[in-house]
């Protein structure tokens, strides 16, 4: 199973950047599939998870109203859209896929950089 994450980079306060993780190797629509992300110093921090048909999404108190997830089972693909970007939401970002939400997360993806200047 491969899950790589895309889209990071430097961008300004107020700015916005679409993350993508493309999934390999396991049946995507059988998955929810969340975002976390890590600061350095700092834990992980749950972002959002949107469930298999993607019906349903949840997201941190931090990013609600500013981040939306979705997901293209045809393409394996969720995204992550953010907006309103500030200096706080400078981390890592990975992707990780579940069964379902009584389950721990099975899979876990490389990260992608996002840095939001001031």
């Known amino acids: 199973v491969q899950l790589q994450a895309s889209g990071g980079g430097l961008v300004q306060a107020g700015g916005s950047l679409r993350l993508s993780c493309a999934a390999s190797?396991?049946?995507?629509?059988?998955?929810?599939m969340g975002w976390f992300r890590q600061a350095p110093g700092k834990e992980r921090e749950f972002v959002a998870v949107?469930?298999?048909?993607?019906?349903?999404?949840s997201y941190g108190d931090s990013v609600k109203g500013r981040f939306t997830i979705s997901r293209n089972n045809a393409r394996s693909t969720v995204y992550l859209q953010m907006n309103s970007l500030n200096p706080e939401d400078t981390a890592v970002y990975c992707c990780?896929?579940?069964?379902?939400?009584?389950?721990?997360?099975?899979?876990w993806g490389q990260g992608t950089q996002v840095t939001v200047s001031s």
């Open positions: 949107i469930s298999r048909s993607g019906s349903t999404t």
């Open positions: 990780a896929a579940r069964r379902s939400a009584i389950y721990e997360y099975d899979y």
């Open positions: 190797g396991l049946t995507f629509g059988s998955y929810d």
